[in-house]
T-cell receptor, first 114, second 116 residues
């Protein structure tokens, strides 16, 4: 059973546009929700993360919106740039003792057209 | 670079071969992980080592055999693999045991494995 569901599978956005990727989960014990970015030939790298005590976290052009009641969270990339073209994975984990196992979504391949 | 290195980067092997993947982390972490990444599937956690002790084995076939001789090195020994085992194998490391610490895992670049 897939713990985290991610959509869309692929996304094409014009330069300067907003990219939005959505994830949903079922397990209410999850308490940490990171987004990872992966470029071709590289491993995933942490982009931004949120805990459920806040509804939004912003770092530069990247924002996570979190809806605890709906068990959904999303990544918004403002002013999308060609350099943002990559695969994005949402993930979730549980527990207060750090670095517990991550459950990943299936990934979204983002292409930003110049 | 992330501080996690993997060798080889590419590997082609026959179903009767025996090979090993190597991972090394230079971050002082105490937990290491093996993941399998296949197209259109979530990253699949295979094994977890915490302080050199294996704490998770997610129903991985015995043709995959992990080894963690110390907290900086992790191996994945492969034998009699099947074509469906072809995938990108990722190693990651993190710091575990700190309450409230961010659960960031640092990934290596992966080994692209092709089983003929």
């Amino acid at each position: 059973q897939q713990q985290v569901k991610q959509s869309p599978q692929s996304l094409i956005v014009q330069k300067g546009g907003i990219s939005i990727i959505n994830c949903a989960y079922e397990n209410t014990a999850f308490d940490y929700f990171p987004w990872y970015q992966q470029f071709p030939g590289k491993g995933p790298a942490l982009l931004i993360a949120i805990r459920p005590d806040v509804s939004e976290k912003k770092e530069g052009r990247f924002t996570i919106s979190f809806n605890k009641s709906a068990k959904q969270f999303s990544l918004h990339i403002m002013d999308s740039q060609p350099g943002d073209s990559a695969t994005y994975f949402c993930a979730a984990s549980m527990g207060e003792t750090g670095a517990n196992n991550l459950f990943f979504g299936t990934g979204t391949r983002l292409t930003v057209i110049p | 670079e992330t501080g996690v290195t993997q060798t080889p980067r590419h590997l082609v092997m026959g179903m009767t071969n025996k090979k090993s993947l190597k991972c090394e982390q230079h971050l002082g972490h105490n937990a290491m992980y093996w993941y399998k990444q296949s197209a259109k599937k979530p990253l699949e956690l295979m094994f977890v080592y915490n302080f050199k002790e294996q704490t998770e084995n997610n129903s991985v076939p015995s043709r995959f055999s992990p080894e963690c001789p110390n907290s900086s090195h992790l191996f994945l020994h492969l034998h009699t693999l099947q074509p469906e085992d072809s995938a990108l194998y990722l190693c990651a490391s993190s710091r575990r045991g700190l309450a409230g610490a961010q659960n960031e895992q640092f990934f290596g670049p992966g080994t692209r494995l092709t089983v003929l």
